[in-house]
């Protein structure tokens, strides 16, 4: 802003110095005639070039906020382990769809390239279709350059499950109990889920625990009791859900399948 007045105010007095010189007539007066008009001609060409320095340098810097930024965003998960595999998808600052990216053994993302520069919106996944919900995270994408962002699981996981029995009687409950810890600093609504599957696979039942407000930074216990099965081979799988207040949802966060199954005699 300086510059622009500097070289206006120089401009206008070696403009206006002219008229003003036209009226000195004596010798004496004439004598430093010259000399003002020559520090005026000087002034006035000192202006234009401050001017036009003003006008480039607000030219870049107008035109730099549109140049494309590049983003790359790497993501760690438990005990700081980088997570790998892992799914992070891309929305923009109004939660247009982007596109999802996979990370790599350093738990990074390849690039997403010649993004407008300012807000984004990512989310991070565990890997596969039906994925748990780690967390989501807001950044800002840089015009020209690349930006790299770290992102952390946010949601609650499965610290410790109990073994469940191999084999069990016709008709008996199951009852399994799993430790859940929350690594955000925010409290999260949480429940635990307990699915049975028939051998065949198809899903034949699940149970809730109790809901409960897990604060941040804290563990829990959980206890899901199943009903009484029939006679048959089943796979048991657990999973963590919590409740999203802005979108009324809940949400897996963490999931795990017992690869070994379940006999009921």
């Not at 996979?102 to 807000?119: A, F, H, I, V």
Request: charge should be neutral; charged fraction near 20%.
């Amino acid at each position: 802003m300086l510059t622009w007045l500097n070289g206006l105010s120089l401009i206008v007095g070696g403009v206006a110095i002219g008229p003003i010189l036209e009226a000195l007539k004596s010798p004496f007066e004439q004598f430093w005639q010259s000399r003002i008009r020559k520090f005026f001609r000087l002034a006035f060409i000192v202006g234009l070039v401050l001017i036009s320095i003003a006008a480039q340098t607000w030219v870049l810097r107008s035109g730099k906020s549109d140049v494309p930024g590049h983003l790359r965003v790497c993501a760690i998960g438990v005990g700081s382990i980088p997570a790998n595999p892992a799914t992070l998808v891309l929305y923009t600052e109004d939660w247009t769809y982007i596109g999802p990216k996979t990370t790599d053994s350093q738990g990074c993302t390849k690039l997403w390239e010649n993004l407008r520069p300012g807000q984004y919106n990512v989310e991070f996944y565990s890997p596969g279709r039906d994925g748990s919900w780690w967390g989501s995270d807001q950044i800002k994408v840089e015009p020209s350059v690349v930006t790299k962002v770290l992102v952390e699981r946010k949601m609650p996981y499965f610290r410790t499950v109990s073994p469940l029995p191999n084999r069990i009687k016709r008709r008996d409950s199951i009852l399994a109990s799993v430790e859940v810890a929350n690594p955000s600093p925010n409290g999260w609504e949480t429940r635990a889920n307990l699915q049975i599957k028939a051998a065949e696979k198809y899903l034949l039942a699940d149970a809730l625990s109790e809901e409960i407000l897990l604060e941040g930074n804290t563990a829990a216990p959980l206890t899901v009791e199943f009903p009484r099965l029939e006679v048959g081979h089943y796979r048991i799988s657990y999973s963590i859900e919590a409740f999203l207040p802005w979108s009324k949802q809940w949400v897996k966060t963490d999931d795990l399948v017992r690869q070994d199954s379940l006999e009921v005699q």
